[in-house]
Structure formats: structure tokens, C-alpha cells
């Protein structure tokens, strides 16, 4: 069974600029999950989406957005991008949500480097 | 939510066993311990869990204590592959999915 996919693997952009980064679950996962990790902060939980709704949330501010498609495929967008952005951005995928013992498998992230 | 405490690092030589520690004093009745391990910019890589008795798998054993205030990750016979960031994790309740991962404890397998 393929694992999660994160794409792209590396991007590097400008301050001000936008990104999209994209996450496939492992088949059958209905929940993907995003966070963000930075040497200072360490591992950060962005948001959770299930059967294409947002189903938690971390504290982030309203420039980080995601969103889910029906095939459980991910996205999430970062607007006027910030040098503190600069991040691996992890994304992790389970068959459940709420309530469950579901573990999560996560992909291999997307290095994002803002200049 | 409930949250953890983990020594910052430990050593470990290989082959011997690896006993993490995991101080989670606030854990409610529904709620779940789990460990991860991230090594260096990989995912991190899901261990094990359980909820009050203890747990063995392929990987390693979960051991919690009666109160449920503590649990300790033991890795049987260490190999330097095991060399990585450990994360002990509480998480229950409507929000499942909203992992809290702490610091993590550097495991520095040695030979």
C-alpha cells in the first residue's frame, strides 16, 4: 500500500508571495491532518480535515487555509508569505477521526524556505 | 489537553534496551498515549499505543503504569537505526487528531 505523498518535496519563495502545498492520503484514509515544524517551535498542529470538512484546528493565523477534496486529497495554502514561515510542513493521513484509536502515517513533507 | 514531559536526551548502546520515559499526569480516562519517533527531516514514524494496558508490537512495548500518570517506551535490543527523536503524545476526545507533540527525547544509540 502507497504511503502519504507530499508535493512538491522543496519550493522556495519570495516574502509576499503565496504557495500550495498538496498531500495524498494513503487509500482509504479519510482524515489528513497538517502541521508545521520549525526548529524554535518545534511540531505544530495546523489543521484536520475530514471527509472534506475542517474538523479541528490549531493556532494559527488566517493566512494558513487548507481544504479537502473528495478523493481526501489535501491542500493547504499559505497567503502573504512571512520569513517565519520557513518550515517543513508535514502532513499525515488516518482511516478515522474523533473518537477513535486511529494512528496517523505522515508523509515526508514539503520543505518550504521563504527568502 | 492533556500534555507530556520527556527527558530532553538519553544514550543507549546498541543492542541493549532503550526505556523511554513519559510523565503525563493530566491524561483523562479517554485518552490515549502514543509514541512517534522522527528521524532527522523524515515524517515522523508511528510506534505504538494503547489506553491502560500495556502493549507489545513488532517495533516495541508500551508499559503504563496503574494510574495511567506515566508510561515508559521500551526498544528490546537498540540498533543504531533507532537513533532518533521519540515522542510520547496524550490525545482523546472530540478533537482525536489534534496532536500535541511536545519536545521529544533525543535517543542516542551508540555502538
Known amino acids: 500500500k502507497a504511503g502519504v505523498t507530499q508535493t512538491p518535496r522543496y519550493l522556495i519563495k519570495t516574502r509576499g508571495q503565496q504557495v500550495t502545498l498538496s498531500c495524498s492520503p494513503i487509500?482509504?484514509?479519510?482524515?489528513v491532518s497538517w502541521y508545521q515544524q520549525t526548529p524554535g517551535q518545534g511540531l505544530q498542529f495546523l489543521f484536520e480535515?475530514?471527509?472534506?470538512?475542517?474538523?479541528n484546528k490549531g493556532n494559527f493565523p488566517g493566512r494558513f487555509s487548507g481544504r479537502q477534496f473528495s478523493n481526501s486529497r489535501s491542500e493547504m495554502n499559505v497567503s502573504t508569505l512571512e520569513l517565519g514561515d520557513s518550515a517543513l510542513y508535514l502532513c499525515?493521513?488516518?482511516?478515522?477521526?474523533?473518537?477513535?484509536?486511529?494512528?496517523?502515517?505522515f508523509g515526508p513533507g514539503t520543505r518550504l524556505t521563504v527568502t | 489537553d492533556a500534555k507530556t514531559t520527556q527527558p530532553p536526551s538519553m544514550d543507549c548502546a546498541e543492542g541493549r534496551a532503550a526505556n523511554l520515559p513519559c510523565n503525563h499526569s493530566?491524561?483523562?480516562?479517554?485518552?490515549?498515549v502514543y509514541w512517534y519517533r522522527q528521524i532527522h527531516s523524515q515524517g515522523p514514524q508511528y510506534i505504538i499505543h494503547?489506553?491502560?494496558n500495556n502493549e507489545t508490537n513488532e517495533m516495541a512495548s508500551l508499559i503504563i503504569t496503574e494510574d495511567r500518570k506515566s508510561s515508559t517506551l521500551i526498544l528490546p535490543h537498540a540498533t543504531l537505526r533507532d537513533t532518533a527523536v521519540y515522542y510520547c503524545i496524550v490525545r482523546g476526545g472530540y478533537n482525536f487528531n489534534k496532536f500535541y507533540f511536545g519536545s521529544g527525547t533525543k535517543l542516542n544509540v551508540k555502538p
Open positions: 493530566t491524561i483523562s480516562g479517554n485518552e490515549y
Open positions: 499525515a493521513s488516518s482511516f478515522g477521526t474523533s473518537g477513535t484509536s486511529y494512528e496517523q502515517y
Open positions: 487509500s482509504g484514509h479519510r482524515s
Open positions: 480535515y475530514f471527509s472534506e470538512t475542517q474538523r
Open positions: 494503547g489506553l491502560k
